[in-house]
């Protein structure tokens, strides 16, 4: 049930976000859900994309070094307490949470949806379908 993510390092630098996107969008690469994180040197870009290997092609035929991984994308209400319940699960699983990030709209009105990266997203996915928690695929 998982769903695949592309990360991609960027070197930290004016206008290399610009040209990273740029990149995308001359490709008419949808994405999706997109989160950057940033050090002093480099930056990290995780994101869905409708097609992903598509991207990843395209992005690793640009020059830029991007890697596929699967995360879990969870869909929970958006309310107060939601993600709560989703990290509880977790918890009383034994399964740490590497990194997330969070999306609105999709597919269903007044839900936000969850990307999770886990160590096991086998262990992840079946902890959560126990729970009753939806799942999207891709």
Do not use: W
């Not at 990290?44 to 092609?57: C, G, N, S």
């Not at 991007?66 to 399964?95: F, M, Q, W, Y």
């Amino acid at each position: 049930m998982s769903i695949s993510q592309i990360s991609v390092f960027l070197e930290n630098k004016s206008g290399s976000l610009a040209d990273f996107s740029g990149v995308l969008a001359e490709n008419k690469i949808n994405i999706q859900a997109m989160s950057v994180a940033e050090t002093s040197e480099f930056g990290i870009v995780r994101l869905i994309a409708d097609d992903i290997y598509e991207a990843a092609t395209i992005l690793k035929d640009a020059g830029y070094i991007a890697r596929i991984t699967p995360v879990t994308c969870a869909t929970i209400a958006d309310k107060p307490g939601s993600l709560h319940e989703i990290i509880e699960v977790l918890n009383k699983e034994g399964i740490d949470v590497d990194y997330m990030y969070a999306f609105l709209g999709g597919r269903k009105e007044n839900h936000a949806h969850i990307i999770l990266k886990t160590a096991d997203y086998k262990k992840t996915d079946a902890a959560l379908s126990k729970a009753g928690i939806e799942l999207l695929e891709e």
